[in-house]
Every structure is written in structure tokens, then in C-alpha cells.
């Protein structure tokens, strides 16, 4: 029996009363109160405990600058390393987080503003000088007096990002608006995607925690697109068909391993008619013949048309039609079966089929809308949904209003060299996304794993972003955005068909604190009640605070809390 269950009173014959009902003796009492301790005493022991919302949430230690709650190398060398599972997020239990302000390093300062960011960050932001040391003959980055100087270049572009996308652009339609979104695999410091923004590209870079530490981090820093991630045993957290170009720069991806998984998955989230690059390993590389040639016949059993192979970068367009399969292959490929959702990719493990798509022709690249224009049209994927064209319009309209509202009443500096890293929390079709396109900024647009899987409308709409539940931590450094807005932040946390709380309130936003820079912005909407909870956790946050009314036009009755987060310094004084 548990505890509880023997509280009740024993079966003694001299508790019996006259109506047959058993009464407490003096020894029961005695034992119910010992075992209601007990039970006290444990729950004190085993619950998380979270600082009290008056006093002020304490700094965690100077050597957890750069805490990565998910990619934490304490808790990942204990893994397995098949398949480089121990290098995936493998996130701490509910409470086992430590409840604290992750401090800047000594001597941070305002990060550069951009465009002047693309080509120096300070050094003492991030004072790593590993990849500096290992790559500079690369041209990848070098330390110059308080700079760390990005000259543009790579592993296999050491000239510079700039010559190689010229090359690239041979084969390739980089410079006609025919392709927007991009997926760079295994990125270094994230030039090629820092550059192909001239171009209107908006590429996602990313990267695991390795050796290098912090390249994902100075990427964020130069302020390019970028991620943590690593490509395992799970699914990339993107929906199927969003990437109209995947590129692997000496990625080092072993895309035919594991019968042919990882290979797999790029054609899952490869848009049809897009274009696969490799530049590097295996690609006419010595000692990989035997894995350059599996390859070739891996993409051909696809139906893929080899565009070029030019020296060690080989350039393949995937068809526009639905997938050739089925096919006699030598790899044993054929299409997943009917009940696979291919837009399902958070915690999901990798298969080994490929992902069927009604609406491939729909979409491919060439049907879609040219940049710009497909930002502002509702796709085909928006009108799968009941109503999803009416949505789509509505909820572009309500965004145009509430960005110009922050700008004009509330005095967010959008638009300004103040912010360029944004990050929605709740993204849905993308609206402010789309609301802030002419600004020089980008936004990671966060669609949560709970609720419907509308990411690939957005990737449609020429945006990027990723699934995530944010009763985790999220796969970036500290101190990489300059604003993160929440839309309806009780929906974050809570269960959408009970409406329970699945997290705390405090966990979200502590977790909001850590990756957001000092002085940055936060921007949460929601009930009068959601907001005064959210202040009273803003202030132990060390956050200033404002609460405003909602858009006068909205006639709606939530508020809406702009807070700035402080820049404070160990030990804590103001910055």
C-alpha cells in the first residue's frame, strides 16, 4: 500500500464503537501524523524548486557563460554514439535545470550592429580563438586587434564566400528570385549563408556543438541565420518540401551510411524541383571512390539529374513531379506508406522510405512565386487547412497593424541597427515575419510541436523557422536575439485539449533570458491575468517592464508587456 492509502485507521478490536464504524486511537494518530510528514518531507525533497517570485532569481557561475542546457557535454559523453546520437539535444529533466541568470562574459559589450557585424564581431563576446587558430589559412576568420575579422571564406572556398557563389551561380538560379530558402549543413561560421543575403536567400545554417565550440555561436553574432543541430538519428525539426536548395560544404555527412538515411531525409526536406550541392567528401575524393560512386547511384535511384560535377562540388536538381518510386533500385528505396506524416519532425526518428507529397508539383520550385511575391500569396499547403486562405489573409493584416502599433506607440526599434536577431515564439502562418520583411532583420519563426504544423506554409511564404516545445530549452547560445515575441504565451505551457500547464511559466521565460542579449527586447501579449504573472517573473528576471494596451482598432481586451533585459555584469551591477 502507499503512504496515503495507510492513513486509514487500523483494525483494532477496542476502536469499535456501537455503531459498528471504527474510531482513531491514540496510537493511530500518532502514526497518521508521522506518516503526513513523511510525505511532506519528500514532496520538499523531490519537487522542483524555483526561487520566490519576490526576491530576485540569483547569477549562475562565471563558467556557465555559454550554458546549453540541451548540448551539454556533461550529460551527452555518457551516450551512445551510434548514428552520433550523443551529439542530438538531450535535454535535462524537469527541474534538473539550474534556476539562474546566465552572466555575460567579462568584458561584453552591444554587439556590433549589421551589416558592419557580417565582417567583425568584438572578441571578447565570445573570446574563443580555436577556430581562428585551426582555420584562419581558410580565410574563415581572424582576431585583429578587439575583432574577430570574417574575411568570408570556408573549407572549401577559401577565396571567399563572394567567388564561390559565383561559381555556384553557373549552375545554379542564385541571382533570378527563383530560389529563397536554403538549408546549409555543417556550416563553420555561416559565410556562405551570410553572403547569399545580398541575394535575397534566406539561408538556415547549422551545426552541432563540436570541438570548434562556437561557430553556431559567432554566426548568430555576425547576425546570419543559424541553428544547433545535428543530423542523427532523428528527423531535422523542418517540415517536408521547404528548402528550395540544400548545401553541404565539407559537411562531412556520410549521406549514403544507415541504408541510405541521411540521404533520405535531405530529399524529405528538399521542395521539389530544388537543387542538392556538395562540395567536398565524397565528391571525386580520393580514398572515397567507393562512397562517391554509392552516391551517384543513390541520387539516380531518386531521380535526380545530375546538373554538373565540377573538380569536388557536384550539383543535383530533384524532380518537380511527385517521387519516381517505385523503381527498381539497388538500395532497397520505396515510398513511405500512406499514414506517414512527412511534416512530423520533432523528437522523430529518421525512416527509411521516402516521404510521398500530394502537392509536390504545386510547389516546386518554378511553380511557387518568385521572391518576393510569395510572401504576401497564400500557397497550396495554406489552403489544405478549412478556411486556410482567409486565414492566411487575416492573419497578415492583423500583423501589418500590430507591427506598425510596437513601432509607432509602444517604441520597439524595429527597423533600427537595435535589432537584427528576432525570434517568434508562436509563429502560425509567419505574420510578423512577413510584417518586418523590408526591415534588416530575419526571423527564426518558431512553430510549437504541439500545436498545428503550419511551418510549411511559412517556408512557402519565402520565411524559415523550426518546430520546438518550449517546455524545453531552445538549441542556441546565450545572448543571440535582439527580440523574442510571444503571442499568447499561456498556450506555450499549456496542454491545448486539457489546458493544464505542462511547464512553468518562470522555466519559459528564464529560458527566454538566456538566449536573449543584454538590453534586448521581449514582447509578450496575452490575458490581463497571463501578463501580471508575467511581470511579477520579468522583474525577479532582472527585466524593466511596460504594460500596454492592446491595437485601440482590435477591441481586444489583452495586454501586452514590453520588457527590456538589463545589462547587469558578475558580480551584479549595472552595465
Known amino acids: 500500500m502507499g503512504l496515503l492509502s495507510s492513513l486509514r485507521p487500523h483494525r483494532r478490536g477496542a476502536a469499535l464503537s456501537g455503531g459498528g464504524q471504527w474510531q482513531w486511537s491514540f496510537l493511530d494518530a500518532v502514526w497518521a501524523v508521522f506518516l503526513v510528514a513523511v510525505v511532506v518531507f519528500l514532496a520538499l525533497v523531490f519537487t522542483p524548486r524555483r526561487p520566490a517570485l519576490s526576491g530576485a532569481v540569483p547569477p549562475c557561475a562565471a563558467s556557465e557563460v555559454d550554458l546549453l542546457p540541451c548540448e551539454d557535454p556533461r550529460r551527452s559523453s555518457r551516450l551512445s554514439r551510434e548514428m552520433n546520437y550523443y551529439r542530438e539535444r538531450h535535454c535535462p529533466a524537469r527541474g534538473e535545470a539550474p534556476a539562474c541568470l546566465v552572466p555575460p562574459p567579462q ?4 554587439p556590433v550592429p549589421w551589416p558592419e557585424s557580417l565582417h567583425k564581431i568584438w572578441h571578447d563576446n565570445m573570446p574563443y580563438g580555436k577556430i581562428a587558430e585551426r582555420k584562419g589559412h581558410q580565410g574563415w576568420m581572424k582576431q585583429e586587434g578587439s575583432y574577430f575579422i570574417f574575411p568570408g571564406g570556408g573549407t572549401m572556398f577559401p577565396d571567399g564566400a563572394e567567388q564561390y557563389i559565383e561559381k555556384l551561380a553557373q549552375y545554379v538560379p542564385l541571382k533570378s528570385g527563383l530560389l529563397r530558402t536554403g538549408l546549409d549543413m555543417g556550416c563553420g561560421v555561416a559565410s556562405f549563408g551570410g553572403f547569399l543575403l545580398k541575394e535575397n536567400i534566406m539561408t538556415l545554417s547549422f551545426a552541432p556543438r563540436d570541438s570548434h565550440k562556437s561557430q553556431i555561436q559567432f554566426a548568430l553574432e555576425r547576425g546570419i541565420p543559424a541553428f544547433l543541430l545535428m543530423l542523427g538519428t532523428r528527423r531535422l525539426p523542418f517540415p517536408a518540401q521547404s528548402f528550395d536548395f540544400v548545401h553541404c560544404s565539407r559537411c562531412l555527412i556520410p549521406f549514403t551510411a544507415y541504408n541510405g538515411s541521411y540521404l533520405i531525409e535531405v530529399d524529405r526536406l528538399l521542395r521539389p524541383g530544388g537543387y542538392l550541392i556538395i562540395s567536398g567528401p565524397p565528391v571525386q575524393w580520393k580514398k572515397q571512390e567507393k562512397e562517391w560512386s554509392e552516391l551517384q547511384a543513390m541520387t539516380q535511384s531518386l531521380c535526380y539529374k545530375l546538373v554538373t560535377v565540377d573538380g569536388n562540388t557536384a550539383i543535383w536538381k530533384k ?5 519516381c518510386l517505385p523503381n527498381q533500385n539497388e538500395f532497397g528505396l520505396d515510398l513511405c506508406s500512406t499514414d506517414d506524416d512527412p511534416d ?9 522510405c521516402i516521404t510521398k507529397v500530394s502537392l509536390a508539383e504545386e510547389i516546386a520550385v518554378g511553380s511557387i512565386d518568385k521572391w518576393p511575391d510569395r510572401l504576401s500569396k497564400p500557397s497550396a499547403r495554406a489552403s489544405l487547412m478549412d478556411g486556410g486562405a482567409s486565414l492566411f489573409e487575416a492573419d497578415t493584416q492583423k500583423w501589418v497593424k500590430r507591427v506598425s502599433y510596437y513601432k509607432t506607440s509602444l517604441g520597439v526599434k524595429l527597423g533600427t541597427a537595435h535589432i537584427r536577431n528576432v525570434m517568434d515564439m508562436s509563429a502560425f502562418f509567419g505574420g510578423l515575419a512577413a510584417a518586418v520583411a523590408s526591415d534588416d ?10 500545436k498545428p504544423l503550419t511551418l510549411g506554409v511559412i517556408y512557402d511564404r519565402g520565411l524559415i523557422g523550426v518546430y520546438h516545445d518550449w517546455c524545453e530549452p531552445f538549441s542556441t547560445y546565450p545572448r543571440t536575439y535582439d527580440l523574442i515575441h510571444a503571442d499568447g ?3 506555450l505551457i499549456s496542454d491545448p485539449k486539457s489546458g493544464k500547464s505542462r511547464c512553468d511559466l518562470f522555466d519559459v521565460m528564464l529560458e527566454m533570458d538566456r538566449i536573449l542579449r ?19 517573473v520579468a522583474q525577479s528576471i532582472r527585466w524593466t517592464t511596460q504594460v500596454h494596451d492592446s491595437e485601440p482598432e482590435s477591441g481586444s481586451t489583452e495586454k501586452i ?15
Open 489 to 491: 504565451i499561456n498556450s
Open 441 to 450: 532583420v530575419w526571423v527564426m519563426n518558431v512553430v510549437p510541436g504541439q
Open 561 to 575: 508587456l514590453v520588457a527590456t533585459k538589463t545589462f547587469w555584469k558578475l558580480p551584479l551591477t549595472s552595465g
Open 107 to 110: 568584458g561584453y559589450r552591444v
Open 518 to 536: 543584454p538590453e534586448g527586447t521581449a514582447i509578450i501579449r496575452d490575458s490581463p491575468d497571463m501578463i501580471d504573472r508575467a511581470v511579477q
Open 344 to 352: 512530423e519532425a520533432w523528437y522523430f526518428k529518421l525512416k527509411k
Open 319 to 323: 524532380p518537380n513531379q511527385a517521387s
